[in-house]
């Protein structure tokens, strides 16, 4: 065993007694007997790692100690320990690892440790610190061959193989616990997932009885919606019926006088006159009130919103100074801006000479003014510069002409017919060619259409069909492209206490009332909704949209038209508050201009807008029976 560990050199620090010896003799100084001192470490070893001190080669000169007690080396450590008294055997330190080994089969030392820490060296003697070769137990704290002990890969901490079989019981004795603690979990999880059964089942019942209030509230809330629906019916049908009977006693009493053959005074035929004029007046006037209320069913928030049809005066802008406009207002976007916000919106011509003016427009061939009249079931053709009537544009079953548009290339006009349900077309001649479409739900059929736009370049028509909610897109021979704002979605229904699922068409608009084309861009007004939508003339998608409901800046109160300038401008015909809005494409405000009133520039309801290449605008005004030129 000493052979084997003189292989591995110790490491070793010297420190010489003899240089404070010398030292102090050169001082003048007598040497003192040195104090014992413990200047080596104390290791614990095995057995096996006994050791023999080496002398170190650097110091030739022999060691001159003064004790007065001899001093002893340790076999196994090689540390020197001066003997003091008779019982100094007593007083030796311990072998740590033999009593170790006594403690691990149970046998314990009779022999009291005082301390643990091994005596002190003498200070004149040569102290040397030992660092034994090998690994160090981490439970007994041994030093061993680095071959005799173990790493676990567990703990990651290093055992002898003493201590490595009493680790391995440890862990086997682990095994069980955790066993004991896998058998818990397992409880633990069972426990939990009938609590989280529980819990579904008890979400699944309150997502029922929820649900089954909404149901009935929904039930309800539809129940109180068709009454007051059918109250509005029931109303509108007395009022009417009311109206109807004056209007057949009017006509009665006045074809009573005109076939009367008895003689009568002519001062009672001049009063007679003037109450059956009276009468008529009054009644044209409910006549054209009647249906002065609108209602339009807000799906959003499921109501009834009734608006009557009266003018507010609302918000409206003043012009910039004269100086601040631009030459050239079609040159750029920030020209046209400027243009429109220093503009002064006052008209230099109001045109008086129809009953109630809907829609308008300028023919592509002549620049000639075409005005929808509702009164007088046709389309007055004006010339501008003289602002007189050139022809008029009508058919048998035209009703109540509401918008115009046209189709240079094929020299054809198209307007629709709010009460006849379809779209009559005229040549730019004025001859009646067809009628497209007629009353119903079905693609290619209409209920109550009113805005009307073409796109000359695919020549096509834009049609909205403003009671069944949607845009259509039809070839002028009437033949159904594709339609707008109109969708499929999945919709769930009971029958019989079973549910289906079915594919239904839905639509984000609500009443739209006017649409127009700006390149590639389709821009619809969805008066309901009281919302301007900008929608891609591509792929039909949504791009953009706008506006809401009241009376500030941007917001709408029934807007009825709109249109679009040269450069994509909106211009919008804010009829609730009887003015005009202009935005930018991408929706920003521009200018406001307009107020209620029958003076010039101001407005009581708009019905019709259109501006020309050269930015004139022309506004036609059904309830102050005016076409306005801007």
Same mark, same amino acid.
């Given at each position: 065993?000493?052979?084997?560990?003189?292989?591995?050199?110790?490491?070793?620090?010297?420190?010489?007694?003899?240089?404070?010896? @010398?030292?102090?003799?050169?001082?003048?100084?007598?040497?003192?007997?040195?104090?014992?001192?413990?200047?080596?470490?104390?290791?614990?070893?095995?057995?096996?790692?006994?050791?023999?001190?080496?002398?170190?080669?650097?110091?030739?000169?022999?060691?001159?100690?003064?004790?007065?007690?001899?001093?002893?080396?340790?076999?196994?450590?090689?540390?020197?320990?001066?003997?003091?008294?008779?019982?100094? %055997?007593?007083?030796?330190?311990?072998?740590?690892?033999?009593?170790?080994?006594?403690?691990?089969?149970?046998?314990?030392?009779?022999?009291?440790?005082?301390?643990?820490?091994?005596?002190?060296?003498?200070?004149?003697?040569?102290?040397?610190?030992?660092?034994?070769?090998?690994?160090?137990? /981490?439970?007994?704290?041994?030093?061993?061959?680095?071959?005799?002990?173990?790493?676990?890969?567990?703990?990651?901490?290093? $055992?002898?193989?003493?201590?490595?079989?009493?680790?391995?019981?440890?862990?086997?004795?682990?095994?069980?616990?955790?066993?004991?603690?896998?058998?818990?979990?397992?409880?633990?999880?069972?426990?939990?997932?009938?609590? *989280?059964?529980?819990?579904? &089942?008890?979400?699944? &019942?309150?997502?029922?009885?929820?649900?089954?209030?909404?149901?009935?509230?929904?039930?309800?809330?539809?129940?109180?919606?068709?009454?007051?629906?059918?109250?509005?019916?029931?109303?509108?049908?007395?009022?009417?019926?009311?109206?109807?009977?004056?209007?057949?006693?009017?006509?009665?009493?006045?074809?009573?006088?005109?076939?009367?053959?008895?003689?009568?005074?002519?001062?009672?035929?001049?009063?007679?006159?003037?109450?059956?004029?009276?009468?008529?007046?009054?009644?044209?006037?409910?006549?054209?009130?009647?249906?002065?209320?609108? $209602?339009?069913?807000?799906?959003?928030?499921?109501?009834? &919103?009734?608006?009557?049809?009266?003018?507010?005066?609302?918000?409206?802008?003043?012009?910039?100074?004269?100086?601040?406009?631009?030459?050239?207002?079609?040159?750029?976007?920030?020209?046209?801006?400027? *243009?429109?916000?220093?503009?002064?919106?006052?008209?230099? *011509?109001?045109?008086?000479?129809?009953?109630?003016?809907?829609?308008?427009?300028?023919?592509?061939?002549?620049?000639?003014?075409?005005?929808?009249?509702?009164?007088?079931?046709?389309?007055?053709?004006?010339?501008?510069?003289?602002?007189?009537? %050139?022809?008029?544009?009508?058919?048998?079953?035209?009703?109540?002409?509401?918008?115009?548009?046209?189709?240079?290339?094929?020299?054809?006009?198209?307007?629709?017919?709010?009460?006849?349900?379809?779209?009559?077309?005229?040549?730019?001649?004025?001859?009646?060619?067809?009628?497209?479409?007629?009353?119903?739900?079905?693609?290619?059929?209409?209920?109550?259409?009113?805005?009307?736009?073409?796109?000359?370049?695919?020549?096509?028509?834009?049609?909205?069909?403003?009671? /069944?909610?949607?845009?259509?897109?039809?070839?002028?021979?009437?033949?159904?492209?594709? @339609?707008?704002?109109?969708?499929?979605?999945? @919709?769930?229904?009971?029958?019989?206490?079973?549910?289906?699922?079915?594919?239904?068409?839905?639509?984000?608009?609500?009443?739209?009332?006017?649409?127009?084309?700006?390149?590639?861009?389709?821009?619809?007004?969805?008066?309901? /909704?009281?919302? %301007?939508?900008?929608?891609?003339?591509?792929?039909?998608?949504?791009?953009?949209?706008?506006?809401?409901?009241?009376?500030?800046?941007?917001?709408?109160?029934?807007?009825?038209?709109?249109?679009?300038?040269?450069?994509?401008?909106?211009?919008?015909?804010?009829?609730?508050?009887?003015? %005009?809005?202009?935005?930018?494409?991408?929706?920003?405000?521009?200018?406001?201009?307009?107020?209620?009133?029958?003076?010039?520039?101001?407005?009581?309801?708009?019905?019709?807008?259109?501006?020309?290449?050269?930015?004139?605008?022309?506004?036609?005004?059904?309830?102050?029976?005016?076409?306005? $030129?801007?």
């Amino acid at each position: 065993m000493a052979e084997k560990v003189k292989k591995k050199p110790p490491f070793f620090t010297l420190k010489r007694w003899n240089s404070q010896k @010398q030292s102090e003799e050169h001082n003048g100084r007598a040497p003192t007997t040195p104090q014992i001192q413990n200047s080596a470490q104390f290791f614990k070893s095995t057995p096996s790692q006994t050791r023999t001190p080496s002398t170190p080669s650097m110091d030739t000169k022999p060691r001159k100690t003064i004790s007065a007690e001899p001093i002893i080396d340790c076999p196994i450590c090689c540390t020197k320990i001066q003997v003091q008294g008779t019982n100094f %055997v007593d007083e030796l330190p311990s072998n740590l690892y033999i009593d170790t080994l006594l403690q691990m089969v149970g046998i314990s030392t009779t022999k009291s440790k005082q301390s643990v820490t091994p005596p002190s060296t003498p200070a004149g003697l040569q102290t040397v610190d030992l660092f034994a070769g090998g690994s160090r137990c /981490n439970h007994c704290r041994s030093m061993c061959d680095t071959a005799d002990v173990t790493t676990c890969e567990h703990c990651k901490l290093k $055992f002898c193989k003493v201590c490595w079989s009493q680790h391995m019981e440890d862990m086997r004795t682990q095994i069980g616990s955790i066993l004991k603690q896998l058998d818990s979990a397992a409880n633990r999880l069972e426990h939990k997932i009938e609590y *989280y059964k529980d819990r579904c &089942e008890r979400i699944t &019942e309150q997502i029922n009885i929820v649900a089954e209030e909404k149901i009935n509230a929904i039930l309800e809330a539809k129940e109180n919606l068709l009454q007051e629906a059918s109250e509005l019916t029931k109303a509108g049908d007395m009022s009417a019926l009311a109206l109807q009977s004056s209007l057949q006693e009017a006509k009665e009493v006045a074809t009573k006088e005109m076939t009367a053959k008895e003689p009568v005074d002519d001062n009672d035929k001049v009063k007679i006159f003037i109450n059956l004029h009276q009468n008529a007046l009054q009644l044209l006037t409910e006549v054209s009130k009647w249906d002065a209320n609108r $209602f339009v069913f807000d799906k959003e928030n499921f109501c009834i &919103e009734s608006d009557a049809a009266t003018p507010l005066d609302a918000e409206s802008d003043d012009p910039l100074p004269e100086d601040a406009k631009h030459n050239n207002p079609l040159e750029n976007e920030d020209s046209l801006i400027l *243009y429109y916000r220093s503009r002064n919106f006052t008209p230099h *011509y109001v045109w008086r000479k129809t009953a109630r003016p809907c829609g308008v427009g300028i023919g592509p061939w002549s620049e000639h003014l075409y005005i929808c009249a509702t009164d007088s079931h046709s389309v007055l053709v004006v010339e501008r510069a003289q602002a007189g009537t %050139v022809s008029r544009l009508s058919c048998e079953d035209m009703l109540c002409p509401v918008h115009i548009a046209f189709l240079k290339n094929l020299g054809e006009i198209y307007v629709t017919d709010k009460w006849k349900h379809c779209i009559h077309v005229f040549s730019k001649e004025g001859e009646h060619l067809r009628s497209l479409g007629q009353k119903g739900s079905r693609v290619g059929h209409f209920r109550s259409p009113e805005g009307i736009a073409t796109d000359s370049v695919q020549q096509l028509i834009y049609v909205v069909d403003t009671g /069944n909610d949607r845009v259509q897109i039809l070839q002028p021979d009437g033949k159904f492209v594709d @339609q707008i704002g109109v969708a499929t979605k999945q @919709q769930s229904s009971n029958t019989a206490s079973v549910w289906d699922t079915k594919e239904i068409l839905c639509t984000e608009l609500n009443a739209p009332t006017a649409v127009a084309i700006s390149n590639d861009r389709v821009i619809v007004l969805d008066s309901g /909704n009281r919302r %301007v939508k900008v929608y891609n003339k591509q792929d039909k998608s949504k791009v953009l949209e706008f506006g809401s409901l009241g009376q500030r800046k941007g917001q709408f109160r029934q807007p009825e038209v709109l249109t679009v300038d040269p450069l994509g401008f909106i211009l919008v015909g804010d009829s609730g508050n009887c003015r %005009v809005q202009v935005f930018k494409p991408n929706g920003q405000l521009v200018r406001v201009f307009g107020r209620l009133g029958t003076e010039a520039g101001k407005f009581g309801w708009i019905s019709g807008i259109h501006v020309t290449k050269q930015l004139d605008i022309i506004v036609s005004d059904t309830k102050n029976h005016s076409v306005n $030129f801007f």
